[in-house]
């Protein structure tokens, strides 16, 4: 039998033997072509379809947005086979909001790791419930310990802080010795024949109160080398009585031609008694004053109810130094230099970077405090100081005459005129207010010297540039070094002072480049080593 199809495809003839079929066919409408292509197409892209599905199945894909992962998903879905992950998910987050609501039980014995957690869920086959509160234990655990570790560390640092370096200590103590053994350790500062500059007005005359040698003959050293008129400058360095034979010996071996030093303790000024300045008497006898910054600065904190940095603050806030004589000696200006009509205050924490004569020509409107003010700038923690941070407002006597967003200053570099000061009662204000927070158990304010100054320089400040006086290199780690070397004056405030262990070591350099590491005592003290 043979089979012929005629080359149109419209008959077919089947012939056996003697016999003869012919078979017409309709008209084609689908060409034989086109079944071929069809066929070739779909053996292609078979194999990829079912590919993709069997991707799709097993790696539990959740969403989709494109139009190739709708294709991958609806692989699954024709043959079948749903995707419960959604459900997964939903059951797992009712469990963990279960979790969160529950309390973790005190005989959960939680793993110590990662790896011991992984163990005991293959060995005690835990159920979702108590993975979830296994986790949420071990989670609370690590923050106690994370926070405990934070108030542990910044109690270290405030004792650090609030102690004298050996080297330091060394340095005042050989020093001492050098001025009851050595002739030229006792020399008088300065010589006869400069002592009538020391109230000369054409002069540009500094005050540091110290009891710092080291930080003092920083000070000292960095405005004479960035002084453009060094000759003009003379230096009142202010000491208190045990400090005061070392602090001479330095500067006495150590002359800083062609400045002019002038050293004197506390214990040298006539106008300097107890009867002038019975507030601070009463700060030292005060029993609840004393032992606020000599006593123990940790008990009866609670630690769980303020926050490390809040916990921070106040332990600054008790920093004994703040009940020194030497602390409070700067509202005594015009008495203590009844001569001068201008002076700039320095605090020994400073490292002066540029000529600051400018400052004596400068013109501050009738006021008698020239400050930078500490309420505006980029960096929040630094510049965004106002009276709310210093004093209670919950306390009426403070809320009915403060502004809780009045703009606070910084002490450490000020231009004072002496002349201005004079006329007004800041003195007196100044006093009043110690008396009544005193009075009401330092309830009004807790923090130093700066509370009573902003009350009482209040209407007396002319705000100055910030780039003559950046602060925060104490306790700002992240201190743009850009800024810092801009500044006229960088300002070392806060606990971390460029002398001490705990100094941020990136900003130490701009301080200890005007250290005399030459210097004998230095070298035998191992300053900074």
């Known amino acids: 039998m043979q089979l012929h199809i005629s080359h149109s495809m ?6 056996s033997n003697n016999d003869l079929m012919k078979i017409k066919i309709a008209a084609r409408h689908i060409s034989y072509r086109t ?10 892209l078979l194999p990829f379809v079912f590919i993709l599905t069997a991707l799709v199945t097993l790696e539990g894909v959740n969403k989709c947005s494109s139009i190739d992962c709708l294709g991958r998903r609806l692989g699954p879905k024709l043959l079948g086979r749903g995707d419960n992950s959604e459900r997964y998910l939903t059951d797992f987050y009712t469990i963990l909001d279960q979790a969160h609501s529950e309390e973790v039980p005190d005989d959960l014995e939680l793993p110590d790791n990662f790896k011991q957690l992984v163990s005991e869920m293959k060995n005690n086959k ?11 234990g071990m989670m609370e655990r690590s923050e106690r310990e994370i926070r405990e570790s934070k108030f542990q560390e910044l109690m270290n640092k405030h004792f650090a802080a609030t102690s004298i370096p050996k080297g330091i200590h060394c340095l005042s103590l050989r020093l001492t010795d050098e001025y009851s053994s050595n002739a030229h350790a006792r020399k008088q500062l300065p010589s006869p024949e400069l002592l009538p500059l020391l109230s000369d007005n054409s002069y540009h005359h500094f005050v540091v109160f110290t009891d710092n040698i080291l930080a003092a003959s920083v000070v ?16 009142h360095v202010i000491t208190d009585k045990k400090t005061y034979a070392g602090m ?9 031609s062609p400045s002019i030093v002038e050293v004197k303790g506390v214990h040298q000024f006539d106008w300097l008694t107890r009867d002038n300045i019975p507030v601070l008497e009463a700060m030292e006898n005060h029993d609840g004053v004393r032992n ?15 926050s490390p940095r809040l916990f921070a603050s106040k332990l600054q806030a008790r920093s004994p130094k703040y009940m020194s004589l030497l602390n ?20 020994d924490d400073i490292v002066i970077q540029r000529d600051l004569s400018p400052l004596w020509d400068m013109d501050l409107g009738g006021k008698v405090n020239g400050a930078v003010e500490t309420c505006k700038g980029e960096d929040p923690w630094v510049m965004g100081k106002r009276f709310k941070i210093y004093f209670n407002f919950s306390h009426p006597r403070v809320a009915e005459s403060l502004d809780p967003e009045e703009c606070a200053w910084a002490f450490g570099m000020n231009i004072f005129d002496l002349r201005a000061w004079r006329k007004t009662d800041i003195r007196e204000t100044y006093h009043s207010w110690l008396k ?11 923090l130093g010297t700066l509370p009573p100054a902003l009350i009482a320089f209040r209407g007396y400040v002319h705000p100055i540039d910030p780039s003559w006086h950046m602060l925060g290199l104490g306790y700002q780690n992240n201190t743009s070094i850009e800024s810092v070397k801009k500044a006229a004056v960088i300002h070392y405030n806060g606990q971390s002072k460029p002398w001490l262990e705990i100094g941020y070591e990136h900003l130490r350099p701009f301080w200890s480049k005007y250290v005399n590491y030459s210097n004998e005592f230095v070298k035998n003290c191992h300053i900074l080593e």
């Open 35 to 44: 079944i071929f292509h069809t066929i070739l197409i779909l053996a292609f």
């Open 436 to 446: 009544e927070n005193l009075k009401s158990n330092l309830t009004l304010w807790r």
């Open 328 to 347: 409070h000696l700067r509202i005594y200006l015009p008495e203590l230099f009844p001569n001068l009509d201008k002076v700039v205050f320095l605090d």
């Open 292 to 306: 606020y910054y000599h006593g123990n600065h940790v008990a009866g904190a609670n630690r769980s109810a303020t």
């Open 10 to 15: 419209r008959s077919i003839t089947i012939s």
């Open 248 to 256: 001479h010996s330095w500067f006495a071996l150590n002359p800083i």
């Open 126 to 136: 835990y159920n979702a419930k108590t993975f979830a509160l296994t986790l949420k």
């Open 220 to 235: 000292v050293s960095s405005a004479v080398r960035s002084s453009l008129r060094p000759e003009k400058i003379v230096f």
